[in-house]
């Protein structure tokens, strides 16, 4: 299970993620792997999960899209 605290939030890389809109950005979500999944209409352009973020090397992760399939 995924903490869900500031260290990990302020390391989520969703900001930087092609999928991540403007609606996303407006209600500051993020850590989807720790919390919950988007409450916006995603449309996947990408995850970006697997691809160097610290928190899901560290917690052992092995999916993606946890913005539209709910946390790890
Ligand atoms: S695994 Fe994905 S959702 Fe979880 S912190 Fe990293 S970028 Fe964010
Ligand atoms: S969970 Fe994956 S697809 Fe969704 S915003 Fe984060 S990096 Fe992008």
New binding site residues.
Partial sequence: M?EDNKK?AE????PH?PTYSKCMAEDDE?????RAKSGCDVEPRGC??PSG?P??KENG?NSAY??TNGK?
Avoid: D, K, P
């Fill in positions: 995924v990990n390391r989520c890389h969703c993620c993020m850590l989807y792997c720790g970006i999960c973020c928190v899901y992760l946890y913005c790890a």
